[in-house]
T-cell receptor, first 112, second 118 residues
Framework: QKEVEQNSGPLSVPEGAIASLNCTYS??????FFWYRQYSGKSPELIMS????GDKEDGRFTAQLNKASQYVSLLIRDSQPSDSATYLC????????????FGKGTHLIIQP | SAVISQKPSRDICQRGTSLTIQCQVD?????MFWYRQQPGQSLTLIAT?????????ESGFVIDKFPISRPNLTFSTLTVSNMSPEDSSIYLC???????????????FGPGTRLTVL
């Protein structure tokens, strides 16, 4: 059974600070890792993908992957109120219907 | 990335009836998927819609309940059959856009169909 675990939150962060979101996964053969942002009433929006160990930066977002520890994280620098949303961690492991396995999401609140 | 549309955007249905949801993409894509997001929950994969062959279902989902069609590389339908209140959910299609500037296994989601079963 493939599992992706996230702290559901809410995680409250002051505006301008760094928000740190974490995710662990159970399937060691997982190959690809993604962070989606979902605003209330909207569909998920892909914000980061990462495939190799280490850090990947894109603007204010940094994804970090540690396959040995089966751990993925997302850092959001200079947090803005518009970053308030639910962040979903998703993992691709192949097999079955060959789609993504999602965590339950972390609800992030940026306090002005 | 591809532009994805879904119809209907929402519907309220009576138990025992069926609803077909359409997903249209503005470019040809190899992989299309259907997910369900139950109230307050995360996304669960229902199946991969395969062009020209039967869909591949994730464990816990069956063709009789969720028949899927994929007649070409831009279109797919998901039918929710013999509905019960437990089927109330948001149904989302996604595509794995292997063209353009996307990377491996990246999926992009349509706007979703919000289904309420009474």
């Amino acid at each position: 059974q493939k599992e992706v675990e996230q702290n559901s939150g809410p995680l409250s962060v002051p505006e301008g600070a760094i928000a740190s979101l974490n995710c662990t996964y159970s399937d060691r053969v997982s190959q690809s890792f993604f962070w989606y942002r979902q605003y209330s009433g909207k569909s998920p929006e892909l914000i980061m993908s990462i495939y190799s160990n280490g850090d990947k930066e894109d603007g204010r977002f940094t994804a970090q992957l540690n396959k040995a520890s089966q751990y993925v994280s997302l850092l959001i620098r200079d947090s803005q109120p518009s970053d308030s949303a639910t962040y979903l961690c998703a993992v691709y492991s192949g097999g079955g219907a060959d789609g993504l396995t999602f965590g339950k999401g972390t609800h992030l609140i940026i306090q002005p | 990335s591809a532009v994805i549309s879904q119809k209907p955007s929402r519907d309220i249905c009576q138990r025992g009836t069926s609803l077909t949801i359409q997903c249209q993409v503005d470019s040809q894509v190899t992989m299309m998927f259907w997910y369900r997001q139950q109230p307050g929950q995360s996304l669960t994969l229902i199946a991969t819609a395969n062009q020209g062959s039967e869909a591949t279902y994730e464990s816990g989902f069956v063709i009789d309940k969720f028949p899927i069609s994929r007649p070409n590389l831009t279109f797919s339908t998901l039918t929710v059959s013999n509905m019960s209140p437990e089927d109330s959910s948001i149904y989302l299609c996604s595509v794995e856009d292997l063209g353009g500037q996307s990377s491996y296994n990246e999926q992009f989601f349509g706007p979703g169909t919000r289904l309420t079963v009474l």
